[in-house]
């Protein structure tokens, strides 16, 4: 196994000042060291991870970091800024800056020296030997670890925080899969926590790393799980059993979440874990004192589990937000097979022309040199892509209700709502109703020796048949024909009532780039084409989605062109890669615009939004790939018009953020301005600054 970092991989004077420059600095030591295969290739997809979320962190720290194609082995390299850098961290720039490529098969060996390395960022002893390494190699070894690492006891020294307390034992913190401590005379609060990230490489173990150092101050047991890509050793029930309570730290999924049922629970997003892990402590500590628990406890097999009506009572408002997560569940599992069928069809029809759909079956008839077997070959695998789309939509909206166990029965269901043509309405009713059977099912208390049998056969067994019956005999036809009857309604769409929808399409698009609001109007627009021939209605809705999503990173691009003084430094740097990303559809360019300045970015990109679909589809364009943005410009009917709608909204929000902003920067006295320099990403007068970073 090669070396994590060498020092080749180490720059102690790191040159660049934004975090892009930083990014493709390292990477050309990567790309040197045979690390990297493709220099833009890898820094896409380290941006498309920063936009998810900032990886600045407090401290001082900057950590980007991806999984890609363009990575040879897991590697790290090591940048220190003078200039420091601004990674959106809430505490300002980095000096220390990690950049940390795996591969997207990256083995667990590696990924555990990475995991290992963000848990040692929490440790400012650490960090202060980095920061006074004045060699690579020194440097090198010291993150490799074939230095001594620094002793957690030295945060105990006294002065180091102008604290008067004495010193306190720490707490032990044990190990996921451990056994708790036998209690003493005066047993200490327990917790047990999980932590998760998308990537699971880094801010899933510094989260661990920072309630775990927060519990030894404290006087608390603490034991974390921490669910990464190296996997996670799961908590021994024991452990669980004898928890006081529950943190989870997490922005994907907890698995095999309901062996924490029945206990008091903090549940906040990752960053959380890591920026104010003595708070969480203090607030479950005082639900514990209340005695108030997350659910009724859970048994082996699932007994007990609320149902969502009783979810939706013991939370209040709360209901419509976990429904709104069991949603979004299904379609993101769903958007890939969108994107690959739709991409695959529509590549076929320019290629071979319409009249591909109706070409013979490939595996009777296939002739390597003519055109239109190709075409026909690419035309039936998205076909066959597209045949899941309704089923994973329904599956995974049960599987987000009642994890494994709604699988079945939601993938059942969504077949049935193919076969009866119920569509893509269809599929989200069986999806909710596979969910709530089986969370209905668990309800119910079963003899021990039936437990182990539950979610493999009987389960699946009740669950399947109910949600079955329903859909084939009670609520199948009645949502068949609203179906049939919505895709009337939208083939009948003209004038007035066409530009309407698009004007709200194009809102929501706008509203929040990427969020919820812009899926829901997304699957909306994708389940309209997703059959074997989509109407005329689906597919001019189709074409002024993608529109109007392309229009917040364009807008964001030609306004730091137009008007550069209005924005910062960084937010210039970010303009330049929002003409790609907008240009490819992909809506999240412009979340750093929004997150500097949210009261003035998304207004202008939802008017901007909103002008460009209803030119869309005041000009009848149509669009029969899901994805693709200018690049797929072939496919469109009327193209030249749709290209005019896309630029009539990208110059109308352009300008209005431009005159926004401007009308900001006149409104604010002069000295302050002067004060503030080209760092106000924030608002005018007394707004909260926002990192212009996400």
Known sequence: MSELITADLVDLDLSADTKEAAARSLAERMVAAGRVTDLDGFLADVAAREAQMPTGLDGGIGIPHCRSEHVTEPTLAFGR???????????????????????????????????????????????????????????????????????????????????????????????????PAAPAASAPFRIVAVTSCPTGIAHTYMAAESLENAAREAGIELVVETQGSAGFDRLAPTTIAAADAVIFAHDVEVRDKERFAGKPTVDVGVKAGISRPAEL????????????????????????????????????????????????????????????GGLLIALAFAIGGYEIASAKSVADHFVWTEQDSWAALLFQIGGAAFTFLVPVLAGYIAYGM????????????????????????????????????????????????????????????????????????????????????????????????????????????????????????????????????????????????????????????????VRGQLFTKTERENGKAAWVLGASFISEGAIPFAAADPLRVIPSSMVGGAVTGALSMAFDCTLRAPHGGIFVVPLIGQPFLYLLAIAAGTAVSAGLVIVLKGMRKTARPEAAAVADGEAAAGGAGGEAKVPATV
């Open 281 to 340: 402590i203090a607030e479950v500590r005082e639900k514990a004192a209340r005695g108030e628990i997350s659910a009724p406890a859970a048994s082996s097999a699932g007994a007990d589990r609320p149902s969502p009506m009783d979810a939706a009572g013991e939370h209040g408002d709360r209901f419509g937000t976990r429904l709104r997560k069991w949603l979004m569940t299904g379609v993101s599992y769903m958007v890939p097979f969108v994107a690959a």
């Open 81 to 179: 800024s003078a200039a420091r850098i601004d990674f959106g961290a809430p505490d300002g720039p980095a000096d220390l800056i990690f950049l940390i490529a795996a591969p997207a098969g990256a083995d667990s060996d590696h990924l555990t020296i990475l995991s290992s390395l963000a848990r040692q960022l929490m440790n400012a002893e650490f960090t202060g030997a980095l920061r006074s390494a004045d060699d690579p190699r020194q440097a090198a070894a010291l993150i490799r670890g074939d230095q001594p690492e620094p002793s957690a006891a030295a945060e105990a020294e006294p002065g180091d925080t102008g604290d008067a307390a004495e010193p306190t034992a720490p707490a032990p913190v044990a190990a996921a899969g451990a056994e």
């Open 402 to 561: 009642a994890d494994r166990p709604g699988l079945v029965p939601g993938f059942v269901g969504g077949y049935i709502a193919t076969t009866i043509k119920a569509g893509f309405l269809g599929g989200l009713v069986a999806g909710l109703i596979a969910g709530a059977v089986v969370m209905g099912i668990q309800r119910f208390k079963v003899p021990a020796p039936l437990r182990g049998i539950m979610p493999v056969v009987v389960i699946p067994l009740i669950s399947s048949a109910i949600v079955g019956f329903l859909m084939f005999v009670v609520i199948g036809k009645p949502i068949a024909s609203a179906q049939s009857a919505m895709t009337d309604w939208l083939n009948g769409l003209s004038g007035t009532n066409a530009i309407i929808l698009g004007v709200i399409l194009g809102l929501m698009m706008c509203f929040d780039l990427g969020g919820p609001v812009n899926k829901v109007a997304y699957a909306f627009a994708t389940g309209g084409i997703a059959v074997s021939d989509p109407s005329t209605g689906s597919l001019k809705i189709m074409a002024a989605v993608m529109a109007a999503g392309m229009v917040p990173p364009l807008a964001m691009a030609l306004a730091t062109n």
